[in-house]
DNA sequence: TGCCCTCGGGG
DNA sequence: GTGTACGAGGGCA
């Protein structure tokens, strides 16, 4: 028989290394197909005789054969191994002193490779019905042919849960879910009453997962909260944990993420916390922002009383928590996001939504690697802590700016990549190309480098999508979809490239990467002044220009022009991106903020790089205080800003302010996990909290009051919400730490005047770093990618 | 300046 | 599972 299917995740078994491949078919199944009898290799450079006998003799031995292979510029014999156990290559490529090549890549990726996987597949094969036992999907499919297909989008079963447990002896009381398919939301629950417990929620979960089959299971927080729970319930009853499509448990990897066999584990709160950036992550606070709707009202922290008292509420609480995340996850179309990018890096669903970014260059280089008899470096294992210069950063003088334009260079890094031809494949010394760092390249004429030239195709591909995107109306979101993932790879693509030791580069290549984007935009700004143009910022790949300009559509005409003057004459695309009146910096690099005013969808808004204060342990004030001083300096009242934050600041040095905006909060967990808990103010807070009889968990968002900054640890003392706080803050603290806030803003504006009087007590000055700036301060590369 | 430690979400 | 890794901020050397 045949079938297409979309691959969500791959593995291999361990008794009999054959690969697994799951996903859903055209036609909306789910489906296990096995390859059998593929094997794991890898390659040793040059290897000696006493190196190739230890291989032989080694029991996970299978065949050997010889290859020629492109590293470092030349051409080296290797020779590949084939042997039984992926799980052994480890220990197998330390046997030889010799260098091992491609021995790094997990089993299922050396599958996908090999055969040039799409996340498509078109499978020609037979029906296993003696393996329908071993897999919960609607059919298993021995895999006799299988070559990549076009990429589609089946439906997906997508299932979310949450748990409500008991804090002191952690028994599960209730699981509630939603459970989303072909538009359609179906919901339940699994609770303990007189006829049921713990554990036949537990086994009632396990057969819920197994009869629902979902492809994706979601929950907020479920990674950090939910997972390990019923990992540790399940352990407790001594049920196993199989959830997964060939019944095996669910496995944390790396104390980040969880990988379930033939499932993509997808906790809405990290995605959130990915897209959105909101400035609180609760699921009452996301779900209200995105979805108008919050939770149910049920007293998390008394939740046994609750359960005792209100059991019904409870149960409603839980399933509208699994429907909130369900829909969280739905509305900020991550799955879409990541099917798409699965699709242009050509892998499982799974790898792209639990892995690592490396991952994605390496699917695309490898197999052309591969293709081309290129060598496969292993990852570096060296530490790098070693910097190189990064994005050019030019200085902008401290004050308030009117009608800026901004000019952004389309993908700087991949432009100077292809433009230069910088790749492993070229660095040459007999390379006629050299770098502003010295390195050198053959030309395009004599070698095209392989990065160069997959760069280039993606932007081919891209710039071809656009145009699909604008004729075929109908598949208008399909499209947009496509072209946005591969300017999401390229961006990886020179992310990896150019920040850390990735196996296919160097710092050479990387610093000869930035190196090439500094010359360029440097050379730009200059020549942008010599035609008399006032340049007053710039950072990496973008470029800010006073526009002497009085209305707006005078300045969008400025800067059209600008950017296509100068796209036409250095062969570069640098696109004009928005106009802010006004700007204001203090001075200091990457940070700035202005209100926008083009492009129109955009007009009005406020853009702030760089100032923002931590939200979860700075108090009420600090933040409310540094939005108005940003809105009263934006509305151009910068005396207005300086007088609201003087007054403010002798307010709450005389006492003036309610205890409210002053407490801080945090959570606190068991007070031995801490290497230094006593000096942690948290901690102190926690344990004023037990001595006053309050309730404690550990794992608790506790909330406190600062009532003397003077000693070491500072003294703090708890706040209770509803009664009455005993103790007199210290003001001269909090009026300081306002200050402080506020200064990194306001100090630059008149330097003369200390803007704000010293509360009380001698405050040394602040922010007077700026003494000995040069005009030209360079940055790392990794500040960028942030 | 750079490293180490911690939190955030969840009950 | 031939796989290592979130991002921001404060404290401290």
New binding site residues.
């Given amino acids: 028989m045949k079938i297409k299917m979309r691959i969500i995740t791959a593995?291999?078994r361990q008794n009999d290394v054959t690969v697994e491949l799951f996903g859903r078919s055209s036609d909306g199944k789910s489906v296990t197909a096995l390859f059998f009898g593929f094997k794991?290799?890898?390659d040793y450079v040059d290897p000696s005789e006493d190196c190739i006998s230890k291989m032989k003799n080694n029991p996970e031995f299978i065949d050997m054969e010889d290859k020629n292979l492109f590293l470092n510029g030349e051409n080296v014999d290797v020779k590949r191994f084939y042997v039984k156990s992926?799980?052994?290559?480890?220990e197998l490529?330390k046997i030889c002193n010799c260098e091992a090549l491609?021995?790094?890549?997990?089993?299922?990726?050396?599958f996908i490779y090999d055969y040039d996987l799409g996340s498509s597949v078109n499978i020609e094969g037979e029906l296993l019905e003696d393996e329908k036992k071993n897999y919960t999907t609607d059919i298993v499919i021995k895999i006799n042919k299988i070559e990549t297909a076009e990429s589609f989008n089946p439906d997906l079963k997508i299932l979310s849960f949450?748990?409500?447990?008991s804090?002191s002896t952690r028994e599960i009381?209730v699981i509630g879910y939603s459970i989303y398919f072909k538009g359609k939301i179906q919901q339940g629950e699994l609770s303990s009453n007189e006829t049921s417990d713990e554990k036949s929620i537990l086994n009632g979960f396990n057969d819920l997962i197994t009869e629902e089959d979902p492809d994706i299971i979601t929950g907020?927080?479920i990674d950090?909260?939910?997972l390990?729970l019923l990992e540790e319930r399940m352990r407790a009853n001594r049920i196993h944990f199989n959830t997964g499509r060939d019944f095996l448990p669910p496995?944390r990897?790396?104390?980040?993420?969880w990988?379930l066999h033939g499932r993509v584990i997808d906790d809405a709160?990290?995605a959130v916390?990915?897209v959105l950036h909101?400035k609180?992550?609760?699921?009452?606070?996301v779900s209200n922002l995105l979805l108008n709707e919050g939770k149910e009202n049920v007293n998390?922290?008394y939740?046994e009383n609750e359960w005792k008292n209100r059991r019904d509420d409870v149960v409603k609480y839980?399933i509208k928590?699994s429907y909130l995340a369900l829909m969280i996850y739905l509305k900020i179309r991550i799955l879409d996001r990541n099917l798409y990018l699965s699709t242009v890096s050509m892998l499982p669903l799974d790898?792209v939504t639990?892995?690592?970014t490396?991952?994605y260059v390496d699917s695309i280089l490898i197999r052309r690697a591969d293709r081309e008899s290129i060598g496969v470096p292993m990852?570096a294992r060296r530490s790098s802590?070693e910097?190189y210069e990064g994005g050019y950063v030019h200085t902008m003088e401290p004050g308030l700016y009117d009608m800026i334009v901004v000019l952004d260079f389309k993908s700087m890094y991949p432009s100077m990549i292809i433009k230069h031809n910088i790749c492993f494949t070229t660095l040459s010394k007999n390379g006629e190309i050299t770098a502003p760092n010295g390195a050198k390249f053959l030309s395009p004429d004599v070698k095209k480098g392989i990065i160069p030239d997959i760069l280039e195709q993606l932007m081919k591909d891209r710039d071809e999508v656009k145009k699909q995107m604008k004729t075929d109306k109908e598949n208008y979101e399909y499209f947009n979809g496509l072209q946005d993932a591969i300017k999401v790879l390229m961006n990886t693509f020179y992310g990896v490239l150019g920040t850390t030791f990735y196996r296919f580069t160097n710092r050479e290549i990387s610093s000869a990467i930035t190196a090439f984007a500094r010359q360029t935009i440097t050379s730009i700004i200059s020549d942008l002044e010599n035609d008399g143009n006032k340049v007053i910022y710039g950072d990496t790949d973008s470029i800010f220009i006073e526009s002497g300009k009085k209305t707006v559509d005078e300045a969008i005409d400025f800067g059209n022009k600008l950017s296509s003057e100068i796209s036409q004459r250095e062969n570069l695309v640098l696109e004009f991106e928005k106009v802010m009146d006004p700007l204001f910096s203090h001075g200091a690099k990457k940070r700035y903020a202005g209100k926008i005013v083009y492009p129109e969808e955009n007009n009005g808004e406020i853009l702030v790089r760089g100032y923002?204060?931590?939200?979860?342990?700075?108090f009420n004030l600090q933040s409310e205080a540094l939005k108005k001083v940003f809105d009263l300096i934006l509305s151009r009242n910068v005396n207005g800003a300086k007088q609201y934050a003087e007054d403010l600041i002798k307010k709450v040095s005389a006492g003036d302010i309610d205890n409210e905006d002053l407490v801080i909060?945090?959570?606190?967990?068991d007070f031995d996990?801490?290497?230094?808990?006593s000096?942690?103010a948290?901690v102190n807070a926690a344990k004023k909290m037990i001595e006053r009889g309050e309730m404690f968990?550990?794992?608790?968002?506790v909330s406190w009051i600062v009532t003397n900054a003077n000693r070491?640890?500072q003294e703090v003392e708890p706040f209770i919400d509803g009664e009455t706080f005993n103790y007199r803050p210290d003001y001269i603290y909090y009026s300081k730490r306002l200050q402080e806030t506020l200064n990194r803003v306001l100090e630059s504006l008149d330097k003369e005047v200390e803007v704000v009087k010293n509360p009380q007590t001698k405050i040394t000055d602040l922010f007077n770093e700026d003494s000995n700036k040069k005009k030209s301060e360079t940055t790392?590369l990794d500040d960028f990618f942030?």
């Fill in positions: 593995s291999y794991p290799y890898f992926p799980w052994k290559v480890p490529r491609a021995a790094d890549i997990p089993f299922h990726h050396r949450d748990i409500e447990n804090i009381f907020y927080n950090g909260y939910d390990p496995r990897i790396m104390d980040q993420f990988r709160w990290w916390k990915k909101p609180h992550e609760s699921l009452n606070f998390r922290i939740i839980c928590d790898d639990n892995g690592g490396s991952t990852s802590n910097t923002e204060t931590r939200r979860t342990d700075s909060s945090r959570s606190v967990k996990t801490y290497k230094n808990a000096s942690m948290n968990i550990p794992g608790m968002k070491t640890p790392n942030k």
